[in-house]
């Protein structure tokens, strides 16, 4: 059994996580979510935090929203902390813009969570063909919904409906690709 570790810049993607966890994970790996108050409690703690993890049998997940920032530099430094902490086999995984990024790679997901009607049909409009290109996705997928959708609730209810194999943000692929090796590579050293 081992334990995967994430660290989040916000209770919203904790939300999301653990939605979608039940259909990503084998049995044998438990998730441990801990979510911080924003990216600056993130960098902040993030070092003393994983210093004082001393399970042996866990693996580490560091992730937070782009915004505005170069996805690169955050990237760096993030792995940079988590190097610093002792722990260099951390992913660290940025969603691009906004969490939100990943709902709208998946409206069928959003519509079934919202009760919501027509969505899908928004898929192939030249502004959400690239959900990672989106300026502001919060901001639109709550203009999209009628504000039904609302950060930490949206995200827990939306979770559960993600497909792992079909999203059209890349962002969200990468993100499911680095918690499938970092697990694999888990349970091969358990």
């Known amino acids: 059994m081992i334990n995967l570790v ?4 916000e209770p919203s993607a904790k939300e999301m996580l653990q939605g979608l966890f039940p259909r990503l994970l084998p049995a ?6 801990i979510p911080f108050e924003g990216k600056q409690d993130l960098e902040k703690q993030l070092v003393r935090k994983l210093r004082g993890w001393q399970n042996p049998r866990s693996v580490f997940l560091v ?8 996805c690169r530099t955050i990237k760096a430094k993030l792995a940079a902390l988590c190097s610093e902490a002792g722990k260099p086999d951390a992913v660290v995984r940025i969603a691009c813009r906004e969490l939100e990024s990943f709902y709208f790679g998946d409206l069928a997901a959003v519509e079934a969570a919202l009760g919501l009607r027509h969505l899908v049909q928004h898929k192939n409009k030249a ?4 959900p990672d290109a989106i300026g502001n996705p919060a901001e639109e ?7 039904a959708y ?3 609730s949206g995200s827990r209810a939306i979770g559960p409906h993600l497909n792992v194999d ?5 962002s969200f692929n990468v993100l499911v690709a680095g918690i499938r090796r970092l697990v694999a590579a888990g349970q091969a050293s358990a």
């Open 6 to 9: 994430c660290f989040l810049e």
């Open 28 to 33: 044998d790996v438990t998730p441990i979510i």
């Open 63 to 70: 992730m937070r929203d782009q915004d505005a920032g170069d």
């Open 127 to 130: 502004k959400y063909r690239n």
């Open 141 to 147: 997928l709550e203009k999209l919904t009628g504000n």
């Open 150 to 152: 609302q950060k930490v």
């Open 166 to 170: 079909q999203n059209t943000s890349r």
